[in-house]
């Protein structure tokens, strides 16, 4: 009777017994979903529903991280591709001889030399060789009176190669300037006229011309002195003769500081204010130009000093020793008006 006996509430005797068939007291409706039970057995359990919401956070930060990572990626490909375009643009303003080689020998030869020329100017008295510098893309160059001086006939090579035959616009043989432009030319680079009066002692400078006819040497030094009182000659043949490989030794007729140097420069002769550079000059390089380091011109080159004979059997110091002059800039931007109107000599 014992065995049969099952008190209220006795719930455990009902598990035991599922065969039995004895019904107990009645208990409230089951939930709508039963308690899962662990797989280990003595392990706590807990509701499926519980673990979704951390299952799904760890795959929404896994997603983020994925997409986080992708979208960092893409931001690098664009954002870092717009800021390299920006540091290109930033690195390919002007033109790349002025960025990568700004300040530099190698960069000022390279982006002016193209507007350097030479001349060669026949005359009755032999053939001269100089140098000059083109302003505008037709043709007009300057260069010094003393090359063209008396010539019968001009030519004038670029730096291509390509020669031309040019004509006497105008001469100023009081500031050894002259003004020649050639026939047909067109689309032709320019030089970029400084400001010397922005010049100072110690800045560095870099000439370009055809000294003894080698076409395009470049030679680089500083301005050593400012105001530099030079005197050449005016005379027509001895402006020749200066230039000649003949019979007058290559002599250069200057004067400075009350001495004459390289020949005679006879009665007819004037002076003017020069920037002194020891950049190496020697004959051929009148009209050329003298270079800041922006690749502006500051000056015509006009004049050197070479303590040799003026015998032409003489080869000692024939050669630049660090004594050069030019004409300054500002010399030649006051008078280019008067070389375009025929000039006044």
Not at 143 to 162: C, D, P, R, Y
Not at 264 to 284: E, I, R, V
Not at 300 to 307: F, K, L, R, T, V
Request: aromatic content about 4%.
């Amino acid at each position: 009777m014992t065995d049969n006996y099952r008190g209220s509430g006795d719930a455990d005797s009902t598990q035991q017994h599922p065969t039995q068939g004895f019904q107990g007291p009645a208990y409230p409706p089951p939930p709508p979903y039963g308690p899962v039970y662990s797989a280990v057995p003595g392990a706590a359990t807990t509701p499926r529903r519980a673990k979704r919401p951390v299952a799904l956070l760890a795959a929404v930060a896994l997603a983020a991280a994925v997409v986080g990572g992708g979208s960092a990626a893409l931001v690098g490909a664009y954002t870092g591709n717009d800021a390299g375009v920006g540091n290109g643009d930033t690195a390919i303003h002007g033109t790349t001889v002025s960025q990568s080689s700004a300040g530099t020998v190698a960069g000022v030869a390279q982006s002016v030399s193209p507007t350097i020329v030479e001349i060669n100017a026949a005359s009755n008295s032999g053939e001269a060789t100089g140098s000059g510098v083109i302003i505008t893309s037709d043709g007009e160059i300057i260069t010094n009176n003393h090359v063209i001086s008396g010539a019968s006939s001009v030519k004038v090579q670029l730096s291509t190669g390509k020669t031309y035959t040019a004509r006497i616009i105008g001469t100023d043989a009081d500031k050894d300037l002259a003004l020649i432009k050639l026939e047909g030319a067109s689309g032709l680079k320019t030089a970029s006229l400084g400001d010397s009066s922005q010049v100072k002692v110690g800045d560095q400078v870099v000439a370009i011309g055809s000294p003894e006819g080698l076409t395009g040497t470049v030679t680089s030094g500083i301005i050593s002195a400012l105001n530099r009182d030079v005197t050449v000659a005016k005379d027509q043949d001895q402006g020749q003769q200066q230039q000649q490989g003949g019979g007058n030794g290559g002599n250069w007729p200057f004067e400075f500081g009350g001495r004459q140097f390289n020949g005679d420069t006879g009665t007819s002769k004037t002076t003017y204010k020069a920037l002194q550079t020891d950049a190496s000059l020697n004959p051929g390089n009148s009209g050329g130009a003298l270079i800041n380091m922006n690749g502006e011109i500051i000056g015509i080159n006009s004049a050197m000093y070479a303590p040799s004979s003026s015998s032409a059997s003489s080869d000692s110091g024939a050669g630049s020793v660090g004594l050069g002059f030019a004409i300054p800039v500002n010399t030649v931007k006051a008078d280019l008006s008067a070389l375009r109107s025929g000039g006044t000599s």
